[in-house]
């Protein structure tokens, strides 16, 4: 079955500290991995997107790994900002005809002060 | 211009109304969406338009009701709506629509629906 799943569900981080969201995902055959940013209310931001021969993309400080093999993504946030409180979505597309792009659930951040 | 603009930010029907729903993107892209998200969520897959036909229709009940009109717009006209469809509506767009070769999507900042 293909499936997104993504931890923690929620996650509270102090203002300039880092961390780190993690994806798993068992959809085949794998096409591209994309990470995005939403604030409540509003819609997805695309962050990054990773191809199958990509396991690492910055942007900012937002960077991606993908470990293809394992079938595993994560998002890591360097010196984390009251702005960054969102909730970060792993999507995930299938190499086959048709639409077929999975959602994880989301993390949602709060960073505090 | 990478951008996907909605409208209304915010609409707020009763279940005997008939409303519509705007989406537009001039970044000539040829593969449109509707999504519908409710709190908490992740958004849910209602509708694809590929070069301005429909292609995927994901179960959705004849209360919502698709139209692309032209390459840059994509419209959903609401009838008889019920409660339990208030939620953020989203629009995205993509050069071609995923599949062989997935293209990224782009999303609108969502229409706020409220079924009274």
């Known amino acids: 079955k293909n499936q997104v799943e993504q931890s923690p569900q929620s996650l509270i981080i102090l203002e300039g500290k880092n961390c780190t969201l993690q994806?798993?995902?068992?959809?085949?055959?794998?096409?591209?991995l994309r990470w995005y940013k939403q604030d409540t209310g509003r819609g997805p931001v695309s962050l990054t997107i990773?191809?199958?021969?990509?396991n690492t993309k910055s942007n900012g400080r937002y960077t991606a790994t993908l470990d293809a093999d394992t079938k595993q993504s994560s998002l890591h946030i360097t010196a984390s900002q009251l702005s960054d409180s969102a909730s970060y979505i792993c999507?995930?597309?299938?190499?086959?005809?048709?639409?077929?792009?999975?959602f994880g659930a989301g993390t949602r951040l709060f960073v505090k002060a | 211009d990478t951008e996907v603009t909605q409208t209304p930010k915010h609409l707020v029907m009763g279940m005997t109304n008939k409303k519509s729903l705007k989406c537009e993107q001039h970044?000539?892209?040829?593969?449109m969406y509707w999504y519908k998200q409710k709190a908490k969520k992740p958004p849910e897959l209602m509708f694809v338009?590929?070069?301005?036909?429909?292609?995927i229709n994901e179960s959705v009940p004849s209360r919502f009701s698709p139209e692309c009109p032209n390459s840059s717009l994509l419209n959903l006209h609401l009838h008889a709506l019920q409660p339990e469809d208030s939620a953020l509506y989203l629009c995205?767009?993509?050069?071609?629509?995923?599949?062989?070769?997935?293209?990224?999507?782009?999303f609108g900042p969502g229409t706020r629906l409220t079924v009274t």
């Open positions: 999507v995930v597309s299938r190499n086959t005809g048709g639409f077929k792009t999975i």
């Open positions: 995205a767009s993509s050069r071609q629509p995923s599949g062989t070769n997935s293209y990224e999507q782009y």
């Open positions: 338009y590929s070069y301005e036909k429909l292609s």
């Open positions: 970044m000539g892209h040829r593969a």
């Open positions: 990773m191809t199958f021969s990509e």
């Open positions: 994806c798993n995902y068992t959809v085949s055959p794998f096409s591209n």
